[in-house]
Structure formats: structure tokens, C-alpha cells
């Protein structure tokens, strides 16, 4: 079965600084890969996702995520954040052929400071 | 309405009452998902349904009871909750189940909180 951590429950960072959060899978294939993201009071909402091909994922606001297969990864990026980006992050793989439910990592909490 | 609509989106009940948690799906998906989502726990995936069949059953206490009448809507009736129980439900919905690839829509979610 395939299993996610992201290893940062919390990550503060300053209003236009850059942003990463890490996610690792682990799965004996190439999964499936998505980010969510979820506002105060909000459901979840895809941000990007990676089946195949360019290892290179752009999704919408402005986020961005790369596969690294050696590294089981597939961290989320934005160049500059903003304040209404201040989410909770998850990062979700899915099984090719296997079981049909994606799992879920247990979140990243972004705080955005002024 | 557009999405995936959950009603109503706060609930605050005693042990004893019984009430049900609608969630409705305007996007012609086959597939419909039960979330529970505590604070500081993982996402728990608590029923799922595939043209209105429940595929899925994560050993989810008896006092849930889901009912999905049609592929447009799920049901989670609840009776006799304990505190614990108090959390927030999402609802989500995709194309299709098979195949490990499909996009989740999420409700909104109902703010439960069982006193």
C-alpha cells in the first residue's frame, strides 16, 4: 500500500518570500501525486496533480511542484507568497491499479507573516 | 450551485438526538466519500460509494449510518455520537473510483460538535 509524510507540520514564512513544502511517498511504482489545499472553514481543493511526463507540474495561484523519483518527493513550491495563501497544505498519493483511494499526508499548516 | 454542497455547515447536538448531514454533488460524478477530519490527525476516509453502492466501510462506528439515495447525494445519519465524535465532515466526490487517479472535489465540510 502506498503511504505519505510531510515532514513540516507548521511552515512560517514572510509575505513575497519564496516557499517550499516537502512531501514523500512512498509506493513501489510511479503514483499518482496531488496537492490540496485547504482555507479556514473551506473544504479542499486541488492545487496540481502529476500522472506522467514533464516531471514539472505547474497548478493554479501560481504553485508549482516537481517529481523526483529518486527521491520519492514531490514538493510544492510558489516563488512569493502571499498572505492569502495562509492554508493548510496536503499532499495525496494515489496507486496505479491498486487501491482506487488516494492517501492522504497529515498537512502542512502555512502561516504567512506580514 | 455549482460543486459540492454540504448542508448544514455547522451543527452543535446532545448524545442523544439523532440528525443527518446532506452533502449533494452537481458535477455528474459517479463516486461520493465520507471524510472525517480532527484536529492534528489525518484525513479519515469513513465511507465511499460508486453509483450509489458503498464500496468501502473503514471500520466506522455503527453510530454513523450513511445512505446514498442517488449519485447526486449522500446522507450521514448520526445517532447516540460521543464527544469524540465532535469534528469536521467532509464531503468529496470524483469522476470514477477505479484507477487511483481520479480528482477529489471537497465540500465544504460540516462543523460537527457533539456536547
Known amino acids: 500500500a502506498q503511504s505519505v509524510t510531510q515532514p513540516d507540520i507548521h511552515i512560517t514564512v514572510s509575505e513575497g518570500a519564496s516557499l517550499e513544502l516537502r512531501c514523500n511517498y512512498s509506493y513501489g511504482a510511479t503514483p499518482y501525486l496531488f496537492w490540496y489545499v485547504q482555507s479556514p472553514g473551506q473544504g479542499l481543493q486541488l492545487l496540481l496533480k502529476?500522472?506522467?511526463?514533464?516531471?514539472l507540474v505547474q497548478g493554479i495561484k501560481g504553485f508549482e511542484a516537481e517529481f523526483k523519483r529518486s527521491q520519492s518527493s514531490f514538493n510544492l513550491r510558489k516563488p512569493s507568497v502571499h498572505w492569502s495563501d495562509a492554508a493548510e497544505y496536503f499532499c495525496a498519493v494515489g496507486a496505479r491499479g491498486g487501491s482506487y483511494i488516494p492517501t492522504f499526508g497529515r498537512g502542512t499548516s502555512l502561516i504567512v507573516h506580514p | 450551485e455549482t460543486g459540492v454542497t454540504q448542508t448544514p455547515r455547522h451543527l452543535v447536538m446532545g448524545m442523544t438526538n439523532k440528525k443527518s448531514l446532506k452533502c449533494e454533488q452537481h458535477l455528474g460524478h459517479n463516486a461520493m466519500y465520507w471524510y472525517k477530519q480532527s484536529a492534528k490527525k489525518p484525513l479519515e476516509l469513513m465511507f465511499v460509494y460508486s453509483l450509489e453502492e458503498r464500496v468501502e466501510n473503514n471500520s466506522v462506528p455503527s453510530r454513523f449510518s450513511p445512505e446514498c439515495p442517488n449519485s447526486s447525494h449522500l446522507f450521514l445519519h448520526l445517532h447516540t455520537l460521543q464527544p469524540e465524535d465532535s469534528a469536521l465532515y467532509l464531503c468529496a466526490s470524483s469522476q470514477e473510483l477505479a484507477g487511483g487517479h481520479n480528482e477529489q472535489f471537497f465540500g465544504p465540510g460540516t462543523r460537527l460538535t457533539v456536547l
Open positions: 502529476y500522472f506522467s511526463g514533464d516531471t
